[in-house]
């Protein structure tokens, strides 16, 4: 549209804008800006608040600031951006700051603002401020709101306040699968406190909400604890019943159960369930499981086969390298970056595709940083690049912001003589 010589209007910018802050495009967006400026259009609030929220999602917070400081006009849009963004990136007392600003300026709170404010409230443990936050959300008939009401609980809840967390629950006219979550978690944290745990549970399913994985893990470390056999049965039928049996966190959170319980014969069917699902906590549980009940020659004999499934991965991967490579591929895409990482890492010999596999996996998940730290061993240990390489990483330095890693990519480009490659091109033309 702008090599056609088309001029943009303020509703083209923002949608752009948005796009560009969805996508982690900030160099982009930073192009889009410099429009703006060009344009005169930076100064239009709905603009502004535009750039505002590309910043706070994809660029420095310095950025952020530095916008939000030349606004002249400012409304609820703009103030609720930065003080969520501030949060999500866990600048807690500039957020808690800025919502005081916010109301020394005489603009009102939205929902949003409150749950951003409430949550950086409890991340410092200032549970007197937060509970003039509360206050505010009272007065302005947002306390009920079940978005907000969950922060609140969650404020009592990780400030320890938990009498104060139960009787705003006893008050809230709405809740759901968070606000039940919270309270669980809660209770199941301290012995004292889980037979109470237990009762919300079977409340819970009295009332017709229904428990999700998070739910399932909290009442079971509560259950483990205090060695209930029974409950531990009719929880492991729920979980059967919710199709969630084959999530490997409920399945170790059975194995602590059970072990803890006693009923090691229950352990061994869920460990043998898990085949190749089994990571690192399944196998210490059971080892520890057994401990717990003396049962001392079948921990060894299992500390033996954890060995040896150790030495058979490390087999595996050493005769057959796209073994390898199709792990950390399908690790990568699952979104488990730690396995991924875990199978590159015990990989004697890398091809280029585990590779890129890898940056791939970090890129895709957030991890701009990562993937280019590995793009630098990658360029260390010889490996040759191909154009696959070049455009994860490219889209890698947008995540980041960093012209500099991108022209390093460039030249890194150059030498591989695939500058010519239409896609490549196209990437380095965005940076």
Request: net charge neutral; with cysteine.
């Amino acid at each position: 549209m702008r090599r056609a010589g088309i001029v943009p209007l303020n509703c083209i910018l923002i949608s752009t804008l948005s796009s560009c802050a969805s996508l982690v495009w900030i160099m982009l967006g930073q192009q889009v800006h410099s429009e703006a400026f060009k344009l005169g259009l930076d100064f239009d609030v709905p603009v502004s608040n535009a750039l505002l929220a590309m910043y706070a999602k994809s660029g420095p917070v310095d950025d952020s600031r530095l916008v939000f400081r030349f606004m002249v006009d400012k409304n609820y849009v703009t103030w609720n951006t930065i003080i969520s963004g501030l949060d999500q990136i866990e600048y807690f007392e500039e957020a808690i700051k800025s919502f005081c600003k916010m109301r020394r300026a005489g603009v009102v709170p939205s929902n949003f603002t409150l749950i951003s404010t409430l949550n950086s409230c409890a991340s410092l443990g200032l549970i007197m401020l937060g509970q003039q936050v509360h206050g505010e959300a009272f007065k302005l008939g947002l306390d009920s709101d079940v978005s907000v009401s969950n922060a609140l609980l969650a404020l009592y809840a990780d400030t320890g306040c938990l009498a104060e967390c139960l009787k705003f629950f006893s008050l809230t006219p709405e809740d759901d699968q968070v606000s039940w979550n919270t309270v669980i978690g809660s209770l199941s944290v301290s012995e004292s406190s889980i037979s109470e745990a237990v009762k919300y549970y079977l409340n819970m399913m009295r009332v017709g909400v229904s428990p999700n994985r998070v739910i399932f893990i909290n009442i079971l470390a509560a259950v483990s604890s205090s060695s209930l056999g029974k409950v531990s049965q009719q929880i492991h039928a729920q979980v059967i019943k919710y199709h969630i049996a084959d999530d490997t966190a409920i399945e170790n959170a059975l194995l602590a159960c059970y072990g803890k319980c006693g009923q090691m014969d229950e352990c061994e069917k869920i460990f043998s369930r898990l085949s190749d699902r089994k990571d690192d906590v399944s196998w210490n549980l059971m080892i520890s499981g057994y401990r717990h009940n003396n049962l001392w020659h079948k921990a060894m004999v299992l500390e033996r086969g954890m060995e040896l499934h150790a030495s058979a991965l490390r087999a595996c991967l050493e005769s057959n390298v796209l073994v390898g490579g199709a792990l950390v591929a399908m690790y990568s895409k699952c979104g488990r970056i730690d396995y991924a990482l875990r199978f590159f890492d015990m990989m004697p010999k890398r091809t280029v595709y585990s590779w890129n596999s890898m940056i791939s996996g970090y890129a895709r998940h957030g991890y701009g940083d990562k993937a280019l730290r590995l793009f630098s061993r990658m360029i260390e240990s010889g490996q040759r690049l191909d154009h696959f390489t070049v455009t994860t990483v490219l889209s890698a330095c947008a995540s980041v912001a960093t012209l500099e890693h991108g022209m390093e990519v460039h030249a890194s480009a150059l030498r591989a003589c695939l500058e010519s490659d239409v896609v490549v091109g196209t990437w380095e033309c965005t940076c």
